[in-house]
């Protein structure tokens, strides 16, 4: 089993940047992907971005492609997030999520194991 605990949201400004941080703990060698997924007030739950473990590969929503990065720290077992340019719609709560047997990495149905999220709020 994988725990997940997210942390490093806050406020800023519109243009500013934030590092989010996915702390992973237990059989944390099960899974084949993390990913960042994210939800506003009164909207469905989306994915933002995700890496695959054994390739190495990542994927982005279009709407953060080229402002957001996703990187890992494979000996301290942290996934991170880091966001620039950040815009006043990227307000959300930003969920860590772990999955053991994705395919796309993209869709939220294939991961199993969610972090219990961390606000991010950015102002005009």
């Known amino acids: 089993q994988v725990q997940l605990v997210e942390s490093g949201g806050g406020s800023v400004q519109a243009g500013g940047s934030l590092r989010l941080t996915c702390a992973a703990s237990?059989?944390?060698?099960?899974?084949?992907?993390m990913g960042w997924f994210r939800q506003a007030p009164g909207k469905e739950r989306e994915f933002v971005s995700a890496?695959?473990?054994?390739?190495?590969?990542?994927s982005y929503a279009d709407s953060v492609k080229g402002r957001f990065i996703i990187s890992r720290d494979n000996a301290k077992n942290l996934v991170y997030l880091q966001m620039n340019s950040l815009k006043p719609e990227d307000t959300a709560v930003y969920y860590c999520?772990?999955?053991?047997?994705?395919?796309?990495?993209?869709?939220?149905?294939?991961?199993?194991?969610w972090g219990q999220g961390t606000q991010v709020t950015v102002s005009s």
């Open positions: 890496m695959r473990w054994s390739a190495f590969s990542t």
């Open positions: 237990g059989r944390t060698f099960s899974f084949n992907a």
């Open positions: 999520a772990a999955a053991h047997r994705a395919t796309t990495t993209t869709a939220t149905y294939e991961y199993d194991t």
